[in-house]
């Protein structure tokens, strides 16, 4: 079983820059992704990023083309931590921010079915 916390987003204005965490708790195998999402209200959950939770540097790491160049994920294994680190943020980035983990097969890294855990949720606000 694995337990995943993100931590508070919160309001923050366009242009911005947030940083949102996830601890990741519980026996995890090779291959495991963590990956972050957002869902915005009305509309399907979507892909932001991931990252491969084991393994050594250089790990594999994949974007949304809505984020590439804003947001970056990096993890530090020792705390248990994965990180998104969210700068020149839009209005159109409001949503609730899910972290998530799974073991995607090749090419599905980016699809909500692959992950079977899920935190829960935390509301990012942006103001224009």
């Known amino acids: 079983q694995v337990q995943l916390v993100e931590s508070e987003g919160g309001l923050v204005q366009t242009g911005d820059s947030l940083r949102l965490s996830c601890e990741v708790s519980?026996?995890?195998?090779?291959?495991?992704?963590v990956g972050w999402f957002r869902q915005a209200p009305g509309k399907e959950r979507d892909f932001i990023a991931a990252?491969?939770?084991?393994?050594?540097?250089?790990?594999?790491?994949h974007y949304g083309d809505s984020v590439k160049g804003r947001f970056t994920i990096s993890r530090d294994n020792i705390k248990n931590m994965v990180y998104l680190q969210m700068n020149s943020l839009k209005p159109e980035d409001t949503a609730v921010y899910y972290c998530?983990?799974?073991?995607?097969?090749?090419?599905?890294?980016?699809?909500?079915?692959?992950?079977?855990?899920w935190g829960q949720g935390t509301q990012v606000t942006v103001s224009s």
């Open positions: 998530a983990v799974g073991y995607p097969g090749a090419g599905k890294v980016a699809m909500t079915s692959s992950y079977g855990y």
């Open positions: 990252i491969e939770w084991n393994g050594y540097a250089p790990y594999n790491t």
């Open positions: 519980g026996r995890t195998f090779s291959g495991v992704y």
